[in-house]
């Protein structure tokens, strides 16, 4: 078990025992943004002998909750600044879906009804392939790489359940079981959200500014943070405060009710028509009573239903601005 005062030696020893380059999975969440802000801290502090890239890789569904959307891209904009300023090889990188794995496409292009427990279609399409390209990419240059994750033992039962499951070689690491060529390290997992809250407010970003921003948005929502999703095994972040706007995997959202709340009225037509989009899954008729694959069975969105739904999302985004 790794303590807080531990954490930046391991990072050091970590850093410095091979070549493979580091990617740090960032999604503007308090767990990513400890993870990011030590290696920050250890890059500075190792000076002209940290040699070897670091990636910060994030993703942007297209969906996010715009509020969160701001804060991750203008907070990559800082760092590859400071990064920049500072002569550091460390490299930020924004994945997204392509245009055939967007969610408007999957919906009205092909009719998917919108995501639920049983059909979550948005976690392969929009965040694990997307992800997976991006570390792929790396892995094609320099062969192999050590993926850093913000995992805690802490955060939840199902994630901790998840994080036990995997074994660990003698340097803390384990392959990740379906990205080939890299090996994941989690070097937060011991902290305990306190611990996490406690640097973070004590302990401003090595790249500068102030972690207000993040602070404030924890403050207006409920729930846990999203992580950047790499596998079906990640437990389903419907919900949460760094997810998307869009998710119909959770009845009720509370983090979108919990923005609004806190000011961001803006949001008020997207969380309409997200309800619509819920109605439209769950009412009888709405759907093909043949299957892509010709079975019968529940099918795809009618194209009456599907023009419905561009219409409303076009009137969404009026509103919306």
């Not at 790499?230 to 919990?258: A, I």
């Not at 969105?301 to 509103?319: K, Q, S």
Request: glycine share 8%; aromatic share 8%.
């Amino acid at each position: 078990m790794a303590t807080i005062e531990q954490t930046p030696q391991l990072l050091r020893d970590q850093y410095l025992s091979d070549e493979r380059p580091w990617v740090v999975a960032y999604s503007g969440g308090k767990d990513s943004t400890l993870v990011l802000q030590l290696v920050f801290e250890l890059l500075l502090d190792l000076g002209s002998a940290a040699k070897k890239p670091v990636f910060v890789l994030s993703s942007d569904t297209r969906v996010e909750a715009p509020n969160v959307a701001r804060y991750v891209h203008e907070s990559l904009g800082n760092i590859e600044h400071a990064a920049r300023s500072r002569n550091l090889n460390l490299h930020t990188r924004l994945v997204f879906p392509a245009p055939e794995e967007g969610y408007w496409s999957k919906m009205i292009g092909r009719g998917y009804p919108p995501p639920s427990r049983w059909f979550r279609w948005c976690t392969s399409n929009m965040k694990i392939r997307p992800s997976r390209r991006g570390i792929e990419d790396i892995t094609r240059e320099y062969g192999s790489v050590i993926l850093l994750l913000g995992s805690r033992l802490d955060e939840s039962s199902a994630r901790s359940q998840s994080i036990q499951s995997h074994i660990n070689n003698e340097k803390g690491l384990n392959p990740h079981h379906e990205i080939p060529n890299a090996l994941v390290f989690k070097p937060i997992v011991d902290w305990s959200t306190d611990q996490v809250w406690e640097y973070l407010y004590t302990v401003q970003p090595a790249w500068g500014g102030t972690h207000d921003e993040l602070i404030r948005l924890y403050r207006q929502a409920n729930g846990g943070e999203c992580p950047v999703v790499l596998d079906l095994n990640t437990p389903s972040c419907g919900g949460s405060r760094f997810g998307c706007w869009t998710c119909t995997v959770v009845k009720q959202d509370k983090s979108m009710e919990g923005f609004i709340a806190g000011g961001e009225e803006s949001m008020i037509p997207l969380n309409e028509l997200r309800g619509c989009l819920i109605s439209y899954r769950d009412a009888p008729g709405m759907r093909s009573n043949i299957k892509r694959d010709d079975r019968q069975g529940h099918g795809p969105f009618t194209p009456d239903v599907r023009r419905a739904i561009l219409r409303d999302l076009l009137e969404t985004e009026r509103r919306h601005g």
